[in-house]
């Protein structure tokens, strides 16, 4: 695929995308205006921005047709070779990350995905990549199970004993 090609496809996908949107705003019932007493409805801006970026979407493939932009006249590939390899590689360890996620809980497999990530793909020292798998796992611990009392799921049931201990030191000593 081309470049040329790719931003016609993205153009018309954008264009299907924001009139789909304002298809469902209207469909819906939503007020798309202003609401005496109350203010906007509740459609007003999912609808007016999908409109604004159904305009910038024709915009585009006007420029497109008439080949106003160096994208419109680029006949390069759109991906390298390489390029595609490696968001190839970055889906599929994210995929496993996923899979394993529920299998052997968040936090171990966020620290394998790191080893992978850092040190396999990155090829980072061990020094970069032990602060990523140490760091990461702390890092998601306190944004979604402090900060935001989202429990993830820890996988394996010594985890959930660990963290259970975990969590009555930090209720302990700081509340």
Do not use: C, Q
Request: no cysteine; proline share 5%; charged share 10%.
């Amino acid at each position: 695929m081309t470049v040329r090609t790719a931003e016609l496809i993205m153009a018309i996908a954008m264009l299907l995308l924001s009139l789909g949107l304002m298809l469902n705003v209207y469909s819906d019932g939503l007020r798309i205006g202003w609401v005496d007493g109350r203010g906007p409805g509740a459609g007003m801006w999912p609808f007016w921005l999908s409109l604004g970026m159904a305009l910038a979407s024709l915009a585009t493939l006007i420029r497109w047709f008439t080949g106003a932009t160096p994208e419109s006249r680029n006949l390069d590939p759109y991906i390298a070779p390489e390029t595609l390899f490696l968001v190839g590689v970055s889906a599929a360890s994210i995929l496993v990350l996923l899979i394993l996620m529920n299998l052997i809980g968040t936090y171990l497999s966020l620290v394998l995905f790191m080893f992978f990530y850092v040190r396999i793909l990155g090829k980072h020292t061990w020094f970069t990549t032990i602060a990523m798998m140490i760091g990461t796992p702390v890092f998601v611990y306190l944004l979604f199970e402090v900060a935001l009392t989202k429990y993830l799921p820890k996988g394996l049931p010594f985890f959930e004993e660990i963290f259970l201990v975990i969590d009555n030191l930090r209720y302990e000593y700081f509340y």
